[in-house]
Each structure stands twice: as C-alpha cells, then as structure tokens.
C-alpha cells in the first residue's frame, strides 16, 4: 500500500512540474505562431520550421542554404529527424541544448538543457561515481541575468557558481536537521535556496561543498542538487531531497547581433536592421538589437519584413469613436475624425463627437469657457505648487528617517560626537558632481554599494559611495560605518567628508584614493612590474600601523572583520588608505568578544572566527597575514583556477615553509632585488600571524612595530632560516580532525564546523564588498 502511495506522490509531482513547464513557455510560443500568419518570418524559399517550433531569420535551418540564416554558427538550427518526430537543437544536436521557443520580440531564446550538478553521499561518505558537475559555454549568448534563477537543492550545501575565467564566485546555501523543517513551494535556505545570476554571462561552472558529507541527512537527503533554470519553473517539494526527479530545466538565453553598437554596425556593410526599424544596443555593448517601429509588425531583420498595421481595421487598436467618428489608416499610425456635421476629436474619450452649436451660442461660449479657463489655472497653479511644495518636504523627511538619520542621530549622540565635523550635502550637489551618476563616474562596485568619483565646486574629487539597497539590515551597515569612521582619526584610513540622507539610498562621500586598490596593483601583471619589495613593504606596514591603531589606540577598540587587499586603496606615493568599514564593529571596552553572524570574504576569514562564531582582534590579525603573503607571492587569497592544494593562499604559503620552499612561490618581481633577508622575515611574520589558535598569534601592535623595524633595516647578505613546527601548521595542512578547509578531486570546498554551528547558516560576503 505504502509503495503504491509513494508511486502516486511521485506522478502527481511530475504531472505538477510538466504543467508549470506549460505555464512558463506557454507565453513564448502563442505569439509567434498568430504572427507567422499574418506575415513571412523567414526568406523567401528558407525552411521556416522545426516541429512546433518557428524559425525566424536571423535564425535558420542547418539543413538549408548558409543564406537563411545569419553567418555565426549559434544562429544554426539543427532539426533532428531521426526519431520520427523533429526536434530542434541550437548549432548542432551535439550541443544537448534543445530549443523549446525564439523571440523576435524580447530577443530570447528557451532551450531545454540537463545541466544540473550533484554531488552523492553514503555511509562511506563522497560518492563520485554518483556525482556530476556540469559546464556550459556558450559562444555567442548570453544567460538571461533576470529570466533566470540559481538554485540550490539539499539540506547540508553550499552552491557557488563560477565563471570559466575565475573572475567572479557566488552562490546560496541551504541547510535542514530534519525533514520536518522543510517547506513546500519555498526556497529560502531550508532545504532550498535560490539567487540571482550576474549579466553578460557566456559560460559557468557549477561546484557544490558540503560541511558534513550529509551524515546527519543522509537517511532522507543523500545528495545536493545544483542547477539554472528560467525564473518560475522549479517549485521546490520535500520530496526532492530524497531524489530529483527532473532531468531537464529550461534556461533562457539572450540574444542580439554582432559584437558592435548600433552606431558602429550603422556604418557598416553588414547592418541588419531593415526600413521602418529601430535599432538598440544591447546590455554593455554586446551586439544590437532591431525592432520594427511604433504602428508596424513583422520581421525587423528581413527586407520589407516591418510592414504598416491597420489600426482602423481592428476596433481594439485605435481609439476612434464608434457612433459619429471615423477612423483613418495611415502609415505608422492612424487618424481620428468626425462625420459632417459634428465635431470633437473624434476619439472615444466618453463624450465622443457632438452636433455642431448654432453659431451665435458658439461665440458665447467660447468666451464664457475662456475666462473660466484662466480663472481655474490661475488657482489649479498656485494650489499644485503647495501640494509638490508639501510633498517634497515629505518625501525628504521619509528619506531621512528610511535612510538610518535618527538612528545617526542617536548613535553619534551616544557616543559623545557629532556632525558638525561631517558636510551634510543636498542630493543636488551629488547629482552634479557626478553628472547624474553616470556610468563613466563609477570607479568601483560591491556588495553593498557602488562608488562614483565626483568633482565638487571648489576643484575637490571625492568618491561617493551609493549604497544599493533600503532593508533595515544595509541601513544598520550604513550607520555603523559612518559611527565607526567617527572614531578613526589615522592618515592611513580613508577620511570620511561627509553624507547625504536625503535621497532614496544613503550616500556617504570619502576622499578620492586615485591609485586604485592593493589587490589591483598586485594581481595585473602590468601594474604589479612597477610595485618594488620596499613599496609592498611599506604598504603592509601602514595597513599594519592601521590595524594597530583601531584594536588599541581608538577610543573605542574596533575590529575591522574584512581585511582584504581589495579593501586598501593607495593614492600616488604608494601610501596605503584602507577602507570599507561596513563590516565593522565597536568593542566596548569591558566586553572582550563580540558574538555575532560570520561576515567577511573567502580566502581571508579565520578558521577559530568560523570554529566559534566569535569576532576578534586576531580575526583581523589572521586576515592580515593573508593579505601580508599577497604581496610576497603574487597570488590570489582563492583561485579555482590553481591546481586543488594550492586554492587556498595560506594553507598553501604554510606547505611551502614548511617544505623549505618559500622562494619557488615568491613572485618574480621581487625574487631578484635583493631582498632576500627581508622577505624571508616577513615571511615569518605572516607565518605567525596566520597561526590557527588565535592566541598563539601576536597582536596587531607587536605586527606592526616588527614590520616598521624591517621596513628601517638594512639588508644583509646572509639569509636567515624559518623553523616550522607546531600543530597549527599541521592543522591547516588537514592533518588533525580539527576544523579546517579542504578540497577533494570534486573542487568541492568543505569546512568542518563545531557543534556550536551546527544550527549556524553562513553567508558569503561579495569579494567586491
């Protein structure tokens, strides 16, 4: 009885995810059809369809002539005859990727792919034969950013999503203790979550971590399940955790001409819009797109394909009265009118078209309409000029309590500051420093905000930093780092200007930092070649010099929780300034630990801050030994594209001291000046700074003062030698059952947590942040 049950829940599940499948597509699909009617959607002679699918030009089959079909092969439709029923598929059947619907309008196309990731476990733990991690590349479209959703299936998962080129990660996590806690339909991070994917993307990997192999889970959970699909299609059932029963998702893909804008293809030989066409560019310059004008339909890419609508002959496209009033074709529009003897505009607007009045009323009433016309905008005028005058007073109010200004208030109040050391600017001097915040003006982007270079009217350049979002959560960010620079007074830290509350985000205004960021200047080869050892080390240890200054010299300590490279700005000399204090936090100074939800980016966060969810000054010393082997060699903190063991920079640095190997990994632009003595010391620093107990590592103060030292010490000839020994080398190492990071043959990133996080869901930090 129980099988037949269970037998029954599973075809009522896939009878209910075929009918959404109807749901999502049914839209893309009438239109097409009722249009390939009315007028030619292909050349004259080209196959026009595929099954149930149309084919319009710039698309054609591959089974006609080359001249169907626009020249790059993704273009290509390759209609599959051999089993009895044909089935589209995009360049060549080979791909896998079925095409369900093309858009001549949204310029869209739905494909059915079966790219869908998971990773399998047993009693045994990682099973990779029932494992699978799947790639897409595409060569000419790209994945729609706002048709499609990332989600995330399983009850012990972290899914990121890598670009091929490693430029960029990002991902959702999804964790459950038990079947019970999971909620139908909702894909919130219990059992399921689901986020946003990035725009211009041509390509992705999928990789799925795991904290705990799924053994509390595995008797009802025992794999996650990663995948892509068009926005409304997958709804999520408990019955999925034990095994997904979709094979296939539908994924929507945009798509658009060419490589140029419209202004460059206009000159060119092979522009494709045709007569009566509007042409648009496509997102960040990616080809561009035609469009058959306002009062015409058709094909915008064939010769004579945009042909003129007869509005009159269809009484739901023109507005013209039915009863006295006549309608008139023209072409891209049409006319209204009324009949002999009555007059109106001849639109259905309710009172449509009236008799003429006898002449001699008609002048009676005209000029009876036109002092009452005067009369009423004189009043209409002053009575709206109040009313937007009251709205604008308002509105300004509601901004400036959305944006966190009493909070500001009472927080710089409690801690005995005020603003009159901050400019309070109006949202219109912003507006024009920026030229209306235009695109050109952004200088940098992150998780939490964008900033825009400025020019004020006294010849000053500031950078202002537009948050993105309004949630009570970024206010709360917003306000701490305006409290938290309050309390920073150091020539190594960013200044704060001033602030605008009220507009509809908050916006805080720094001095402009013109050089870019220490990440920037170490990772481009271009610009790395000009940083000598002396500038790294002078850099690292003013950022040192900074640290120490907020965990002991502020007047109220303060942990900065997201040191990273791309966090310390230099300006011309080369003269650190580190920044981003959103993440930060005050330290009374009777309380020594600050519990709270782990922030901060991948690749710098500290092992014990993961183990115990507690912020402290040597969570910040960790992520400075990070940063600190940056510039020694010339790697990234996380990269997926170095082989599984060096991913992660400071278990790799460790291996590397450990095996007497620190100048095989130091970077080229510094392994020939000299500086041998002095590298090898800093070597040590950063050994010691990135120890896993944090109370074995040294403080920020004693970092810097020995950094200062070396940075004033001459070199010598002789080199000096690192000892390595000690558990906490063997812990980063994957040698003990503490908590620690690792990567398997899958790339699947794993952290062993506590007991204390077993309840505990981590959100990645944007590294842009």
Known sequence: MQRVEGRTM?????????????????PYHNPLVAEAADYPITKRGCQSTCGNLSIPYPFGSRDSDPGCRHGPSSFTVDCDNSTGHPTPYLDNRDSNLQILDISLEHHEMRVQADFIGQACY?????????????????ADFRISSNKNKFIAVGCDTVASFLDREGNFAFGCMSACNDIS???????????????????????????????????EVLDFNPCSYVFVTASGFYNFSSGDLSELEIDEMPLVLDWAIGNITCDVAK????????????????????????????????????????????????????????????????????????????????????????????PSHLVQILVGAGAGTIVLLFSAGFRILGIQKRKLIRLKE????QNGGLLLQQQLHEHDRTTNTMKIFTAEELEKATNNYDE??????????????????????????????VEKTRIEQFVNEVIVLSHINHRNVVKLTGCCLDTEVPLLVY???????????????????????????????????????????????????????????????????????????????????????????????????????????????YSFGVVLVEPITGKKALSFNRPEKERGLAMHFLSALKNNRLFQI????????????????????????????????????????????????PNHPWMSSITLHGEEELHLLGETTDPTVYMDSSETMSIAPSDSMKNHVMTPVNSGG
Request: charged share 20%.
């Open 511 to 621: 001095e402009f930092i013109s050089n870019g960021t220490l990440f920037d200047r170490i990772h481009n080869r271009n610009k790395s070649s000009k940083m000598s050892w002396d500038t790294r080390l002078r850099i690292a240890s003013d950022t040192a010099g900074v640290l120490s200054y907020l965990h002991s010299a502020a007047s109220i300590p303060i942990i900065h929780r997201d040191v990273k490279s791309t966090n310390i700005l230099l300006d011309d000399n080369y003269t650190a300034k580190v920044s981003d204090f959103g993440a930060s936090r005050l330290v009374p100074l009777d309380q020594a630990e600050l519990s709270t939800l782990v922030r901060g980016t991948l690749g710098y966060l500290d092992p014990e801050y993961l183990h115990t969810n507690q912020p402290t000054e040597k969570s910040d010393v």
């Open 398 to 401: 509601q901004y400036f309590k």
């Open 440 to 469: 050109s003006r952004i200088v940098g982007q992150g998780g939490y905000g964008t900033v825009y270079k400025g020019l004020l009217p006294n010849g000053t350049f500031v950078a202002i930093k537009k948050s993105k979002f």
């Open 181 to 215: 806690e999971v909620t139908n339909g909702s894909c919130s991070g219990i059992g399921c979550c689901e986020t946003s994917i990035p725009k211009n993307l041509f390509d992705y990997n999928i990789s799925i971590y795991s904290y705990k192999n799924h053994t």
């Open 666 to 713: 130091v970077d080229g632009v510094i392994a020939n000046e000299g500086n041998n003595e002095q590298v090898r010391e800093v070597a040590n620093v950063a050994k010691r700074c990135l120890k896993v107990k944090g109370k074995e590592r040294p403080t920020m103060k004693e970092v810097a003062i020995e950094l200062e030292g070396l940075k004033e010490k």
């Open 122 to 138: 047993d009693s045994a733990g990682y099973d990779a034969s029932s494992s699978n991690f799947p790639t897409l590349t595409l």
């Open 10 to 26: 599973v075809i009522h599940r896939l009878l209910l995810k075929v009918v959404m499948l109807g749901a999502v597509l049914g």
């Open 267 to 358: 000159k060119s030989p092979g522009y494709m819009c045709t007569e009566n066409t509007n042409c648009t560019n496509a997102e960040k310059g990616w080809g561009y797109k035609c469009a058959c004008l306002e009062g015409f339909h058709g094909n915008p890419y064939l010769a004579n394909g945009c042909q003129d609508i007869d509005e009159c002959a269809d009484p739901n496209k023109n507005q013209c009265n039915e009863v006295n009033g006549q309608c008139t074709n023209v072409v891209g529009s049409y006319n209204c009118s009324c009949r002999k003897g009555y007059h109106g505009d001849g639109r259905n607007d309710g009172k449509g078209c009236t008799a003429n009045p006898n």
